[in-house]
């Protein structure tokens, strides 16, 4: 998720003013769920910086990034870190005392992000638990594990290091790429390293972001042999073999659809269905990934937090759009003129000489004197055939800022659409996990619901590459004779689930950057090449624009300010139909 | 702790002057207190003028320059004190009145200040034209100290007229009027703001007549002595919190990530007043801290800055010991 640079600034600023050193820049910046920044994460990674060596911590935070699983590891540094920041900070701030308090009631009612990882969250709750003096009631290994996770404050930073490294060797053996290795120094990390290696086989019920085999091996795990690593790795085997795994990961996902069924509204389609769509469009880059095809019908006896949130936006959407009806009303009519113009000069009728049609009496001698056949007049109208039209908002967390923006672009789009009598559907899409979500707004017969669209809300990640695949693989399945899908997007790519394709190159990996930008692209290149017209409006900075030129070539248009949008929207679309 | 009273009797002095007093206790050269007190004996005060001596609200902490400014003005010069907001160079201008215990004209300089403004106009009185004197005019005749606030705003070709009034000449020569040499225990304190944006620069002819104390901003410890003055009840680890929060803000001002408009330490010590009164922590901080920001995001991080000292809860027992 890109979070909108302003909240990124405040975070700086949060992690800046306890660190006390500004010219540090974080690598870490903690944002709650709706990517808002949180005080006392942030705070404690300043605090870190200010009571510990930073440049020795960060010498250990390149170490594990050379695991593919490295949010986890770093995941794993940050709940002893806070224990140790917090102690000496306290002291200094008495407030943290009450900050902490919040941040544990936050992490209880799961306010932030989920963890991609079980254990992560199991951890963090009980270390919160233990902090506020409550009872907890975790499983021995996650008590043993935060045993020796919650070290004391009066470490040093190289002991703490050490701690850490030992904790990893015991528990999570890394799996180190090999051409990285150049990255760390210290000789106790060379020896912790070679001892991992003797325990190859550790690894084999590891496998890149699959919480399932840090859960399997958390419940699974044979109390006799806590800190056997050979054992462990033997049972893993064991459970593979036996097909418990396969139950395992069966009972793993079913939960994740559970959770996201919950949060986003229930599935159009029957888990058989999505299923066999999975099977169709979840593949090469996008393997192992999830999709969610729903219309945000929430389940009436479910309150979140998320629920409310969408609500709440919903009203901030059309409150919006009234607030500027005027001038959206403005944008609404001058693309329908557009539109409507572009289609009466395309559809006129044309007329030329045939031997069939309306006689020209005078040139009726030709055909006696000059045996020209030619002296009928035919008029044949245009028939371009039927045209639809998908709209895909971007639903991710860059756009968190602009949701009444988009939700109103959108709207005005579909409404002229509809107003030309062009069948529209509207969809958005955000992932979330290993989840691409695709809400759907309106479909094609629908004339009346337009109004859906205000129900737009942003949040989670964008995989925009399997969103493409998915929408386009939807149009290919109607009956239209053009097909244009619009996107409405900020052409930035962004999902920590990563992809396959890199193998263990961890830059390959992340889904982001050059590798998103390139995956989408090249949906955006196959969809064209099988007939659609694929066109973007671009609603994000202006640093973020070549890439979204990247994925969309020269059909992009670029809103500089809002009264321009009809006339821009209406230039894009005007091409397009020139062009059928 | 109760606060300390600073009172004595100086001879020939009717009034209780805390302020030589407090300059002992900070350690001030005690030649420069001698020099003073044989200066207030030289030159009495008109006790019409009595009401004009100032009685500081807030001393100023900062022996060092406490010395320099004693100094310049026991030598006859005139002085510009120049700092960023909230460093106390109005309380330092004042608290130099009440030490030398002179009558003082306050003069906001702006930018339509003038010469009739400053000296004095032609005015319409009982049937005849008279002149109507200025606040410099009256400071000068009467041995006053004239604190020329915020002088850079004013347009320098406009307080041109100033030249031989701040110089050697120390007279004032009213065209068509009359020529008047300024009284020996004239003084003309001014201050500046400078550096940021809208601030003018002061021009070398001006800036040439004083002498320049470049203030620094409050120390930690000044600001405890100041706040433990002011609030002789507040708990010692809110003070200290409260400190570092001024700290932590003038940091960011430093770094440039706010301005200077939430650096505010009046605003502090009075939100710290609204606390003591029964406003919660939270909601006094807003309005005299995080609110003189008129920018979204700036008070989004004075609100994290402040949260991260004060709990959003907190109430005036909590902070305060009785």
């Known amino acids: 998720m890109e979070t909108h640079s302003q909240e990124k600034k405040r975070a700086y600023n949060i992690i800046w003013n306890a660190s006390e050193d500004y010219t540090f820049r974080p690598e870490f910046e903690v944002f709650d769920d709706r990517g808002e920044v949180d005080l006392y994460w942030n705070f404690i990674v300043g605090a870190v910086h200010k009571y510990y060596d930073y440049r020795q911590l960060q010498e250990f935070f390149d170490y594990v990034k050379q695991d593919s699983d490295h949010p986890f590891y770093e995941e794993l540094a940050w709940i002893s870190l806070e224990n140790c920041a917090y102690e000496k900070g306290r002291h200094d701030r008495p407030v943290l005392e009450d900050l902490r308090r919040r941040a544990s009631e936050r992490v209880f009612h799961n306010e932030y992000p989920e963890s991609f990882y079980f254990l992560i969250d199991e951890l963090k709750k009980a270390h919160f638990q233990r902090a506020l003096g409550i009872q907890t009631q975790v499983s021995e290994q996650v008590s043993s594990i935060l045993d020796k996770l919650e070290f004391d404050a009066s470490l040093t930073t190289e002991e703490i290091i050490q701690r850490l490294l030992l904790i990893i060797a015991e528990y999570f053996p890394l799996n180190i790429v090999p051409k990285k290795k150049s990255f760390f120094k210290p000789i106790s990390l060379i020896r912790i390293n070679l001892h991992l290696r003797e325990k190859e086989i550790g690894r084999l019920f590891r496998k890149p972001f699959t919480d399932v085999s840090l859960i399997s091996f958390l419940f699974n795990k044979p109390k006799e042999s806590e800190s056997n690593q050979d054992t462990l790795g033997n049972s893993a085997i064991q459970l593979k073999k036996n097909g418990v795994w396969r139950k395992i990961q069966e009972q793993t996902e079913t939960r994740q659809r559970e959770t996201i069924h919950n949060r986003y509204g229930a599935s159009l389609l029957a888990e058989t269905q999505t299923r066999m769509l999975e099977q169709v469009l979840c593949i090469g880059n996008h393997k192992d990934c999830h999709l969610h095809i729903t219309r945000g019908d929430f389940d009436p006896k479910i309150e979140s937090e998320y629920k409310k949130d969408v609500f709440k936006q919903k009203e901030k959407n059309l409150k919006h759009f009234k607030q500027n009806f005027a001038s959206n009303n403005n944008s609404i009519n001058q693309l329908t003129n557009i539109i409507k113009n572009t289609m009466l000069i395309q559809f006129e009728p044309s007329t030329y000489q045939a031997e069939t049609g309306l006689i020209m009496a005078g040139r009726v001698w030709k055909s006696l004197y000059l045996d020209e056949k030619n002296v009928f007049l035919k008029t044949t109208r245009d028939d371009i055939g039927s045209v639809s039209v998908d709209i895909l908002l971007d639903a991710s967390g860059s756009q968190i800022n602009r949701q009444e923006i988009l939700s109103s672009e959108g709207y005005i789009i579909a409404e002229s659409l509809k107003r030309c009598h062009i069948p529209v559907r509207v969809l958005s899409y955000c992932t979330y996990s290993n989840f691409t979500i695709l809400n759907l707004f309106r479909d094609y017969d629908e004339e009346n619901k337009n109004d859906r669209i205000f129900g737009y809300h942003a949040s989670g990640c964008n995989r925009d590459g399997l969103a493409l695949r998915t929408a386009l693989h939807m149009m290919a399945k109607t009956h239209y004779d053009h097909k244009i899908l619009i996107v409405l997007s900020d052409g930035k790519p962004i999902d920590p689930y990563g992809i396959s394709a890199g193998g263990s190159d961890l830059d390959l990996n992340f889904y982001s950057d050059k590798v998103g930008v390139n995956d989408a692209a090249f949906e955006v290149r196959k969809g064209r090449q099988s007939g659609m017209s694929i066109l973007c409006v671009f609603t994000g900075q202006d640093e973020d624009l070549p890439a979204a030129k990247k994925i969309y070539g020269n059909d992009l248009a670029c809103i500089k300010s809002p009264e321009k949008f009809a006339d821009i929207v209406g230039i894009l679309i005007r091409n397009e139909l020139r062009n059928l | ?322």
């Open chain 2, 1 to 322: 702790m109760k606060p300390k009273k600073y009172y004595s009797m100086i001879a020939g002095d009717k009034m209780n002057d805390m302020t030589l007093d407090f300059l002992r206790d900070e350690g001030v050269n005690a030649d420069l207190i001698y020099e003073i007190t044989k200066i207030k004996a030289a030159y009495k005060v008109d006790p019409a003028l009595d009401y004009r001596v100032p009685r500081p609200r807030f001393p100023y902490y900062g022996t060092e320059v406490w010395e320099q400014a004693i100094t310049a003005l026991l030598c006859g010069e005139n002085l510009l004190l120049v700092s960023p907001k909230a460093t106390g160079k109005n309380v330092l201008a004042e608290n130099l009145a009440a030490a030398f215990g002179r009558p003082s004209w306050d003069i906001s300089f702006h930018i339509n200040t003038d010469s009739s403004s400053l000296i004095g106009t032609d005015t319409f009185e009982n049937g005849r034209v008279i002149q109507r004197h200025g606040p410099i005019y009256e400071c000068a005749v009467n041995g006053g100290f004239g604190i020329l606030d915020e002088i850079n705003m004013a347009k320098n070709e406009s307080i041109a007229i100033l030249h031989a009034t701040l110089d050697f000449r120390r007279i004032i020569d009213i065209p068509g009027y009359n020529k008047i040499a300024l009284d020996g225990i004239t003084r003309f304190i001014a201050t500046m703001n400078y550096g940021y944006a809208g601030t003018r620069e002061l021009n070398e002819a001006l800036a040439s007549r004083f002498m320049v104390i470049r203030m620094p901003g409050i120390s930690s410890q000044n600001l405890a002595k100041l706040l433990k003055r002011e609030f002789p009840h507040l708990k010692e680890k809110y003070m200290e919190q409260f400190i570092g929060l001024f700290q932590d803000l003038q940091k960011k001002c430093e770094n440039s990530e706010i301005s200077t408009k939430s650096l505010d330490l009046r605003g502090l010590i009075s939100a710290i007043h609204l606390i003591e009164k029964g406003l919660p922590a939270s909601s006094a901080l807003e309005i005299g801290i995080t609110n003189k920001s008129f920018d979204d995001f700036e008070r989004k991080l004075v609100e994290d800055v402040i949260r991260l000292r004060i709990s959003d809860h907190q109430k005036r027992d909590e902070i305060f010991l009785d």
